[in-house]
């Protein structure tokens, strides 16, 4: 079954908006997750590494203020895209590391955010 | 120069023959190597993951590892159509836990 659950897998939204994203990790306390962008023909980029009580890291170049990760269990992290527009359109992917080190990423299922 | 490098094809290869894709990473304490493969609109699946130098098996999948040249390569045998995706390669950092990704070759199979 499904290791981490992401939601919604798909979002249609005016710009100017506010939109919300959902990470569980279902088997396991996840201290650590991250959260990844993918625009179309492109690879995945790390946008921000989420940490568990404390504040999220960000990657070079990613606005901490657009894009708020609020980290609050152990099992849930969120992606809250402020006032999007339509440059933010993107496929949004959170992971999850396993406990083990050198282990695999466990990935959600995508959120599809479309910014008209 | 990008971190990890793979040529963005299209690949395309009949069915029954063998792909290979390959990439190349440019930090030298990258540890961990990952091969992922994602169909258009999904997330990315893991296929093979490597650690060490030489080959590592899997069905009809081989990860090839060469630390010393920075090179890592993915051959799918007897490859199928339900193969044609987006392969990724990904490299994980010495002492973190982020994963570098390459831009993906898509691979088409031609039945």
């Known amino acids: 079954g499904a290791v981490v659950s992401q939601h919604p897998s798909r979002v249609i939204c005016k710009s100017g908006t506010s939109v919300k994203i959902e990470c569980r990790s279902l088997d396991f306390q996840a201290t650590t997750m991250f959260w990844y962008r993918q625009f179309p023909k492109q690879s995945l980029m790390l946008m921000a590494t989420?940490?568990?009580?404390?504040?999220?890291?960000?990657e070079q170049g990613v606005e901490k203020d657009k894009f708020l990760i609020n980290h609050a269990s152990l099992t849930l992290s969120t992606l809250t895209v402020t006032s999007a527009h339509p440059e933010d359109s993107s496929f949004y992917i959170c992971?999850?590391?396993?406990?083990?080190?050198?282990?695999?990423?466990?990935f959600g299922s995508g959120t599809q955010l479309s910014v008209l | 120069q990008k971190e990890v490098e793979q040529n963005s094809g299209p690949l395309s290869v009949p069915e029954g023959a063998i792909a290979s894709l390959n990439c190349t990473y440019s930090d030298r304490g990258s540890q961990s190597f990952f091969w992922y493969r994602q169909y258009s609109g999904k997330s990315p699946e893991l296929i093979m993951f490597i650690y060490s130098n030489g080959d590592k098996e899997d069905g009809r999948f081989t990860a090839q590892l060469n630390k010393a040249s920075q090179y890592v390569s993915l051959l799918i045998r007897d490859s199928q159509p339900s193969d044609s995706a987006t392969y990724l390669c990904?490299?994980?950092?010495?002492?973190?836990?982020?994963?570098?990704f390459g831009t993906g070759t898509r691979l088409t199979i031609i039945p």
């Open positions: 990904a490299v994980l950092h010495f002492g973190n836990e982020k994963l570098t």
């Open positions: 989420s940490n568990e009580g404390s504040k999220a890291t960000y």
């Open positions: 992971s999850v590391s396993p406990p083990s080190p050198n282990e695999k990423l466990f």
